[in-house]
């Protein structure tokens, strides 16, 4: 559709009725600017925006245009006179359209556009150098028109509207050599650059860059705001999250927010001036964008390896280039380390600081080289060499080029072996290999005579005959095999070696080698005499006989040579027999002497309540005991007075006796008792002597205290020494109770209660506004509080240390306390203006006794001062330290609005020399006062102070309206009179 066909009057009636609907919905949701609350845009600053639905009026537009679509209006006032242009670039495919009008009109009375465009074209628009056109209309007329020509001091509204039913953001750019009204460029106003946050980007145009670490965190705005404004007074600096809210000033961000790097955020600045607020530069904003950049980064270690070799060392390298930081210290890419454990790396770029990476290197475990082998070469021809390692994995490498475990070598030489781990590590083991001596050898014979089949030969006496080779030695086997082996198996005592007919096998060594003979060994037999005795054992005063097996050719070693003797004294007799050829080997027979086994009795020789045990002992091994009561053993259980007899008999039948006398004694009565204690420990300290009335009552009994029972029934001296006061846990005590020679044992059982600990909960530490605080004690029952209470709970109102004492039945528990103090009213006070005009604001400042104070104000604000600018009843509430809370509220009032609506005058002329201005639409409080002034040249005839005054000359016309309040809150306003000199056309009447 063409726009000629879609602004047609009848369309535009037809879509009008259809949008007024939409707008319905638009105006609750957008709420976008209308003329009267026009965007003031100052120091021909950019605009970025995205129009959506209308205002709160769909205004009269006039001119080229009909009504309201998506539309946005703009305010700006000349500063420097001059030519005006503007480009305005959509940034999708839809039909921007746009009007300005003025000088110095009103929203209420705006006349026709002095520019105006609704061209369809989907394409940039605005005012250029070359256009001479001042206006187009709907359907694809030219979308730019003729600059214009501006003086300072005069004040336009540029209308902008997107047409099309899709929403596109448009940007625009001024130009032209005119400058607009603007705070930021008055170095009296702002006397410092304002400095732009962050990073330039890539382009001019492109928004400011804030490095963040991460894709998205918390930040907050307002610490951007001093370096923004650099020290320049009177300037405020607020945040948003659209290019729409930062134009109309809507939701500014005013606390920390998540922040992300797929957003463009916007600050705007904007001035109050102190001494006016009223002034129309208050208004203006200088908006720019914001971009957060992740500036985050990793740190990766690349190692040469993980495990350290012997002497060896291993090469870190980060895989960041600078900005590095080592657990050792270094800030290298890389580093060489030589000790194993974690190290550890952190990166940064001036900006994020890496997360930690760490690497463990781990030290090769020695593998323990060994070569196992006969080093010498002897008679053979080679021998074998094995290396052996511990772990597994490992691989061998030998000197002669072999890989394998084990080698075989046949000539004299170093050999050397190289491991080598799965981790690449080098372990070498080396062995020397030579050539032996071979000692000469021969087989050789012994002879002995012997009274059995064997005798006790000396095969040393063999060794002249073996080898006459000088430096060797003799080792003699009775197995061929360990001997070829060289083993220790070996003959323990070869100078006295028992055999019978028998092949001995003799290694012979030198230093270097070996060589095995035999060594052969004969028996020529003689029967050995044998000795018997009548009996083997001396009694004490006796006599023994020993008699030879052998009628004649005896030998006795007392010289005797009879086939008996008598012997009356303990001792080794040997016997030897000859048959004229061989003589035996000696034979002996001990007899023993036996000395008097001087029997004991020992016991209890006193009968108490128990029987008592004699016990027999008599030197010497293998007695045995028989007593008078035909009882055996060395042990007797008596219960009755009498004499009671043993005889010990040795194990040679030898009889001795002995005998001792048992009477009767006195017994203790008792019984066993218990100590119990409460103690805040599984131990406590025990009077032992305080169970004693408890244990006997018997007169003159003696008391002693043991660990052990077995101690106490032995009645040694491991007593307890010090039962007064005796530190224990629960245990059992062994009491031995003596009267004169009989006692008893009784147990005593130490018992410990641990004491109950109770704990107080308090409703609060602190009497806030003399508020009662509640102490509750952790048990239901068995309480007494300090003040006398035994309840489980109390209430207090009067600051002090509150005590605790609980009872289980058992024990009493130690006092516990809670210490309550009051709190001190800080005697909250506001201060500050209650009462203020329209569009300005006001501090309440809070005060409050003592330090360590917070505030919290209705509003929201959480310091001591709060700015409002709308009336209402302000509360802040004070918290102290010790977290009592305070409040204190004011009430503010704004003053009433005043409205400046003055209609447009009329012109002087020669037929009216002078007009009446006419303000009578101002809307103003009861006994506001009025005051007109007249600039430019104009002139006020009468009625200066009244809403109608009469004027008689071309020029400015100011109203001021001042509010009868205290505040005296003003509002001014402004018409511009015209006069028109030209004379009327002359009638001529014939």
Known sequence: MSDCVKKHPLFIMLKKLLFSLLMIFHLSIFAQEDCASAITVCGNSGINYTPIGIGNTNETLGGCLSYENHSVWYKFTIATSGTLTFDLAPTGPVDYDWAIYGPNVTCANRGTPVRCNASGYYVNTGMNMTNTNTSSGAGNTDPYCKYMDVVAGQTYYLYVDNWSTTVYTFNLTWGGTATFVSPFTNSTIAPNPFVPPGVAGPTASSPREINICGSTTTFNFSTLSAGILNGNPNFTVNYYSTANNAATGNNPITTPIAVNTGTTYYYNISYQDPNNPNNSINSCKQTNAIVFKDKSLTAVINASATKLCPNGNITLTSNNATGNTWS????????????????????????????????????????????????????????????????????????????????????????????????????????????????????????????????????????????????????????????????????????????????????????????????????????????????????????????????????????????????????????????????????????????????????????????????????????????????????LSVSTPGTYTVTVKTPANCQYTKSVTVTQGAVPIVQNSSLSLCSNTNTATFNLTSSQPNISATSGVVFSYYLNQIDALAENNSTIATPTAYLSGNATIYVLVKSGSCSKVAELQLIVNIKPIPTITTSSNVICNNIPVTLTSSSATGNTWSNGATTQSITVSNPGNYTLIYNNGTCTSDPVSVTITQGVDPNVQITGVLNFCQGSSTTLTATANGTGNTFLWSNGATTATTTVNASGTFIVTVTTPNGCQYTKSVTATMDPAIIVNINAPGQIDCAHSQITLNAAASVYQPGSTFLWTATGGGNIVSGANTLTPIVNAAGTYTLTITSATPNGCTKQGSVTVIKNITPPSSVFLH
Do not use: H
């Not at 194993?340 to 290197?361: E, F, H, K, R, W």
């Not at 080396?430 to 050789?444: F, H």
């Open 328 to 635: 050792t210290g270094e800030t290298t890419p890389s580093i060489t380390v030589t000790t194993p454990g974690t190290y550890t790396l952190t990166s940064t770029n001036g900006i994020c600081t890496s997360p930690q990476a760490s690497v463990i290197i781990t030290q090769d475990t020695d593998p323990t080289v060994q070569i196992n082998g006969n080093l010498t070469l002897c008679e053979s021809t080679s021998t074998t060499l094995t290396a052996t390692s511990t772990g597994t994995g490992n691989t061998y490498l030998w000197s002669t080029g072999s890989t394998a475990a084990s080698i075989n070598v046949s000539t004299p030489g170093t050999y050397t072996v190289t491991v080598k781990t799965p981790a690449n590590c080098q372990y070498i083991k080396s062995v020397t290999v030579v050539q032996g001596a071979v000692p000469v050898a021969q087989n050789a014979t012994l002879t002995n005579c012997s009274i059995t089949t064997t005798a006790t030969f000396d095969l040393t006496t063999a060794q002249p005959n073996i080898s006459t080779t000088s430096g060797i030695t003799f080792d003699y086997y009775v197995n061929q095999a360990d001997a070829l082996a060289g083993n220790t198996n070996t003959i323990a005592t070869p100078t006295a070696y028992l055999s019978g007919n028998a092949t001995i096998y003799v290694r012979v060594k030198s230093t270097t080698c070996s060589k095995v003979v035999s060594l052969q060994l004969n028996v020529t037999q003689l029967a050995s005499p044998t000795i018997t005795s009548s009996s083997s054992t001396i009694c004490f005063g006796g006599n023994v006989t020993l008699t030879s097996s052998a009628a004649t050719g005896n030998v006795w070693s007392n010289g005797a040579t009879t086939q008996s003797i008598t012997i009356t004294s303990g001792g080794i007799y040997s016997l030897t027999t000859s048959n004229g050829i061989c003589t035996t080997t000696p034979v002996s027979f001990t007899v023993t002497a036996e000395s008097d086994p001087n029997p004991q009795i020992s016991g209890n020789l006193i009968v108490c309540g128990n029987p008592t045990t004699l016990t027999a002992t008599s030197n010497g091994t293998g007695n045995t005991y028989t007593w008078s009561t035909g009882a055996t053993g060395n042990t």
